[in-house]
């Protein structure tokens, strides 16, 4: 509200000093106009631009249109043409082409003003320095400063979308810079719940066991108690803060697992520990590819962390079953007795989760599909997993999945894969506008940005968005800069031929005083042709014409002086035949 008003009020006080000027040059024109008309030369014309400038705002054809009409009303002054308003008329001119950004409705504007102004002329039977002035000044108070005021504009929209896109580039810098945090922040996330939880687990099992040894004292048994509860809370502890740092799908699906490790390790390790595993495996095995079986190891080592947590005296059944095109890996823990362990719960729902959103990313990228829940006997977890990771799973690019993680940004993908390319967003998530701009936002932080966006790119390649539009913006302003140089000249070719023709019937017609002073009356017009110009005055004015002749005489007129811009005196010859009847002049001004 507050930068409303501020606008408003600087907007105003724009138009003020914009009236004053004009108003000034008006009131400068009034006082060197001679006998005038107070109302109509001075009152009518301030009252007409009061209104004129601020319509140039919302309405600025409008404006050129009233400002015209006092041009006209200068048009039908008996004196000369010429007046202040034409200043007023090129002003406004210049704000429509500054602030209408189309063509079309501006020029009907302005040559329905130039069609008023030559049928004003033709209406008043109007003296050919009229002519002149409404075929050369008024249209070029019209069109010159429109295209002064276009170009203006499009210098401005150049100026303002080349800081648009550096705003665009620094925010897209500090994007890429908070992406690569996110990327360490998840890579930090997994290592810690995929080694150091699974690790923690078995140690607060191997703690429990030893409590049951018959060699200790009670005193040995309660440090062991306290030592189990200790690890259990640092278990607590490491998922909470893999809750914070955890970021959302699109990670590396090989971080944080070991790399010469199998699953018959993983469940030898948990058995020596003490935890009461029982496993079986049916089926040939048959050659896994690297990323499945990574997969598969996941799903046991999630599955053997969570019931460690959340049940670790039950026992737990792991299952892994090879099929003709897929690999079944069940893993079943049963539900701990009321009267349990402090540390038990309902079962994995529980806890924080994140192990099994992050299992059901995995199994979802690699083509298989994962299943958890209670169910009759405990707490199951059931992966499929096809033996060839897919075509999805190779490129990094995730398929769909009911499971997603919180955390990420919309928009932002996951991290580069180590090969350097950029990995594909996640299928359902809003793409990346400003990693689509360019697979490298480092290194398009040019120190020239606005130069670097160059429209000449090489054959196939795609143009980002803001480097179109700084290019149709160019073009525009060039368009503008050209236009701006190539209309005069077509002016010139359509009014000039037009000036020069009307200035040599001036210049053919002047009758010298001194030659119109040898012309005696009574005499055949063969002796007196030397005397005169190559031929009459074709625009006389109305009471030129309007003015008494002798019964039956052919009256012809001319010019006294050379002067183009201003009115002079005629000469009138009246014809009997071919002698000159009468001669007379006729003053510059009307009786």
């Not at 890579?187 to 995929?194: S, V």
């Not at 529980?350 to 299992?359: A, C, F």
């Not at 977890?381 to 990420?408: D, E, N, Q």
Request: glycine share 8%; hydrophobic share 40%; aromatic share 4%.
């Amino acid at each position: 509200m507050l930068n409303t008003r501020t606008t408003s009020a600087r907007s105003a006080r724009g138009d003020a000093a914009l009236w004053t000027v004009l108003a000034a040059a008006t009131g400068y024109g009034f006082r060197d106009a001679g006998p005038a008309s107070l109302t109509l030369d001075l009152v009518l014309p301030l009252a007409v631009l009061a209104v004129a400038v601020p319509w140039s705002r919302r309405r600025p054809g409008a404006a050129v249109v009233l400002v015209n009409g006092l041009c006209v009303m200068g048009l039908a002054d008996a004196s000369t043409p010429g007046n202040a308003h034409v200043l007023s008329l090129a002003a406004l001119s210049c704000l429509l082409g500054a602030r209408v950004a189309g063509a079309r409705r501006p020029l009907l504007v302005l040559a329905g003003c130039a069609a008023v102004d030559l049928a004003t002329c033709a209406v008043l039977r109007a003296q050919p320095v009229w002519w002149f002035y409404a075929l050369t000044v008024l249209p070029a108070a019209l069109l010159l400063p429109w295209l002064a005021g276009r170009h203006w504009r499009g210098r401005r929209q150049l100026v303002r979308e080349g800081w648009r896109l550096a705003r665009g580039l620094e925010e897209r810098q500090h994007l890429v810079a908070e992406r690569a945090r996110l990327t360490e922040r998840a890579e930090i996330a997994a290592d810690m719940h995929d080694s150091l939880g699974h690790a923690l687990s078995l140690v607060a099992l191997g703690a429990g066991a030893l409590e049951l040894s018959p060699d200790l004292t009670d005193r040995d048994r309660a440090d062991l108690a306290d030592l189990r509860g200790t690890i259990a809370d640092a278990v607590e502890q490491v998922r909470e803060t893999v809750a914070v740092l955890r970021d959302p799908p699109g990670r590396d699906t090989s971080a944080g697992l070991p790399v010469n490790d199998s699953v018959e390790d993983l469940l030898s390790r948990a058995v020596a520990s003490g935890m009461p595993v029982r496993w079986e495996r049916r089926g040939a095995s048959p050659p896994l590819s690297s990323p499945v079986e990574r997969g598969m190891y996941r799903v046991v080592q999630e599955a053997l962390t969570n019931a460690t947590k959340h049940a670790p005296d039950c026992s737990i059944s792991v299952r892994i079953t090879h099929e003709p095109d897929r690999t079944r890996v069940s893993v079943v823990n049963a539900v701990p007795s009321a009267g349990g362990p402090a540390h038990a719960g309902a079962g994995p729902a529980s806890g924080v989760g994140r192990g099994l959103t992050g299992l059901q990313e995995r199994v979802t990228v690699l083509g298989g599909s994962l299943r958890t829940g209670s169910a009759s006997g405990g707490f199951h977890v059931t992966a499929v997993l096809p033996h060839r990771a897919t075509a999805a799973a190779r490129t990094g690019t995730p398929a769909p999945g009911p499971v997603t993680a919180p955390g990420r940004p919309a928009g932002i993908p996951g991290p580069a894969s180590p090969s350097g390319t950029a990995r594909r967003p996640d299928p359902g998530t809003a793409p990346d506008p400003i990693a689509a701009m360019d697979p490298d936002p480092i290194g398009a932080m040019d120190p020239d940005p606005i130069g670097a966006m160059d429209p000449d790119t090489a054959p196939g390649e795609v143009l980002p968005e803001s480097a179109e539009r700084l290019a149709s913006v160019r073009s525009d302003a060039r368009r503008r800069s050209a236009l701006a140089f190539v209309a005069p000249v077509v002016a010139a070719v359509f009014f000039v031929p037009s000036a020069v023709y009307l200035a040599w019937q001036l210049t053919t017609s002047v009758l010298p005083p001194s030659r119109f002073d040898e012309l005696t009356t009574g005499r055949p017009r063969a002796e007196l042709a030397p005397l005169l110009p190559a031929r009459a005055y074709p625009y006389p004015s109305d009471h030129a014409r309007s003015a008494p002749r002798p019964p039956g005489a052919r009256c012809e007129f001319y010019r006294s002086g050379r002067d183009l811009l201003d009115e002079v005196d005629l000469y009138r010859l009246c014809w009997s035949g071919d002698t000159l009847l009468t001669k007379d002049t006729v003053p510059a001004g009307r009786p």
